[in-house]
């Protein structure tokens, strides 16, 4: 067995060298800057180079469009390289279906019309339901009214994404203002169905949902298929995953962390991956349990955190770097002023910041007069810092990270909305409080290459803080506290 792989300048691990020789549907379990897709450029050099395996045979899917590129540029070959939509696309035109692609905007712009002209007795079940006290014409107005329109458009997605049929939701286990809000949400699905077909309009989950259909009729020849951040898959991708592998024979391999699996929201099902071999029988699994990215001193902090839930995978990560103190805690009582403050202290020893949140909008609370915000980036004394929402900073990583609005409220971190007992009871996932929500946070803190720096109301903690504090305390004993 040759143990020194390298690719891109860098030698694989022995871990890695496992998947390059696996010879079957495996299943690869990783962590937190464990080298994942240096794992899958790996794999696909060595089935093209020792191997012999033409480029065209092999099918690698990604989530984002940015992976793919990423992953394109590493392994220099021409092999297929497709988000799931693009995948589905290509069978569709392939089979010359004819449709017109909507955008997700459509559902948004539905969901929020139908919300404007509800009866007075469904916008009571709204108002009920949301527990707010206020009138119908002043909440849609208000914050909140955002909120509510994501969580059905989430809701939706679940429905579409895992294929649920209406009767089984509404006589699942719901109380019966539940069971009028679904009926709502069933209103406002039926209506986006409606306006779909009136003009032979497919969305990114119909272009999944219609192609798998048609993937013997697309002459499709792939011999391997290899999947990133499988963790976020959801039954109609695997439905098209096992049409394809089935039609074409093919070895399946799926790279993913169940540790940072957080679109639930949009109709992902960790329970796919987490029970892979029930789906392909007699796959092998390996562990990556090497990272580069994190000290050993906050890998044990974060794995502590998460693995509070025991239905995480258990994980034994290891990482070659040493850093004291990798958490700060930076509690306040004006939140501008700390922002400035750390940015002050961090800005003349390192041009790689990352400031990260929760929310989108969360920016604006904490910049104070000498700061700007465009295009995603936070201007400070002619320093441009990247600023992103904890969902899209997935696969990032900075020197040192800035976490905002860690507070105790609904739209804190934890985010209490996003524990909505309701799309749990629809698609049962984990039995567990803040399941997702503690998953995005572990994504938060695991970004930083150095240190973290997280901010929170001194009066008015998360109760994530409380327990990072603790598991700090318990693991090296002492808490450091940013102070300006």
Same mark, same amino acid.
């Given at each position: 067995m040759n143990n020194n792989y390298i690719i891109n300048n860098i030698k694989l691990d022995d871990y890695q060298m496992q998947l390059l020789y696996s010879n079957s549907d495996t299943l690869v379990i990783a962590g937190a800057g464990a080298g994942k897709t240096i794992s899958i450029v790996g794999k696909v050099h060595y089935l093209i180079k020792v191997k012999n395996v033409s480029p065209k045979d092999i099918l690698i899917i990604s989530f984002t469009n940015a992976s793919t590129r990423d992953i394109s540029q590493k392994i220099d070959y021409d092999c297929d390289v497709l988000t799931f939509h693009k995948l589905a696309m290509a069978i569709l035109d392939k089979s010359q279906t004819d449709y017109q692609l909507i955008n997700s905007s459509y559902l948004f712009f539905i969901i929020r019309e139908t919300l404007y002209t509800l009866k007075p007795i469904d916008q009571k079940t709204v108002l009920i339901f949301t527990k707010q006290s206020t009138s119908y014409s002043k909440f849609i107005k208000s914050n909140y009214f955002n909120v509510f329109i994501n969580f059905i458009a989430s809701t939706i997605n679940l429905i579409k994404s895992n294929n649920i049929n209406s009767n089984t939701i509404i006589s699942s286990r719901l109380s019966t203002i539940e069971k009028k809000m679904v009926l709502i949400i069933l209103k406002i699905y039926y209506e986006y169905i409606i306006e779909k077909n009136a003009i032979n309009g497919l969305d990114f989950d119909d272009l999944i949902t219609c192609a798998t259909p048609k993937v013997e009729f697309s002459n499709l020849n792939y011999k391997y298929i290899i999947i990133d951040e499988f963790q976020d898959t959801s039954l109609i991708r695997l439905n098209l995953i096992k049409k394809i592998s089935d039609f074409c024979n093919s070895q399946v391999i799926v790279v993913g962390d169940d540790w940072q699996s957080i679109y639930h929201f949009s109709g992902c099902d960790l329970n796919i991956f987490l029970n892979f071999n029930h789906y392909f029988k007699g796959a092998t699994t390996i562990k990556l349990v090497n990272t580069y990215r994190n000290s050993q001193q906050l890998i044990n902090i974060a794995s502590s955190f998460i693995e509070k839930n025991p239905l995480q995978v258990k994980k034994n990560l290891k990482s070659p770097k040493s850093c004291l103190q990798p958490i700060i805690l930076a509690p306040y009582t004006n939140k501008?002023?700390?922002?400035?403050? @750390?940015?002050?202290?961090? /800005?003349?020893?390192?041009?790689? /910041?990352? /400031?990260?949140?929760? +929310? $989108?909008?969360?920016? &604006?609370?904490?910049?104070?007069? #000498?700061?700007? *915000?465009? =295009? =995603? *980036?936070?201007? &400070? %004394?002619? @320093?441009? @810092?990247? *600023? &992103?929402?904890?969902? %899209?900073? #997935?696969?990032?990583?900075?020197? &040192?990270?800035?976490?905002? +609005? $860690? +507070? =105790?409220? /609904?739209?804190? *971190?934890? =985010?209490k909305i996003e524990d909505n007992r309701l799309i749990s009871k629809i698609l049962p996932n984990e039995d567990y409080p803040f399941a997702e929500e503690r998953r995005l946070f572990y994504v938060a803190i695991t970004r930083c290459k150095e240190k973290t720096y997280i901010l929170y109301d001194k009066n008015n903690p998360s109760q994530f803080i409380k327990e990072i504090k603790k598991i700090i305390k318990k693991s090296i004993h002492k808490i450091e506290y940013f102070k300006y």
């Open positions: 501008r002023k700390m922002l400035t403050s @750390i940015l002050d202290k961090l /800005i003349p020893i390192t041009s790689s /910041i990352m /400031i990260l949140s929760r +929310n $989108c909008e969360d920016i &604006y609370d904490y910049m104070d007069t #000498k700061m700007s *915000f465009e =295009n =995603n *980036f936070v201007s &400070y %004394k002619g @320093i441009l @810092i990247p *600023f &992103y929402t904890v969902h %899209k900073s #997935k696969g990032l990583e900075a020197d &040192y990270t800035i976490i905002l +609005n $860690c +507070n =105790n409220s /609904i739209l804190g *971190f934890p =985010n």
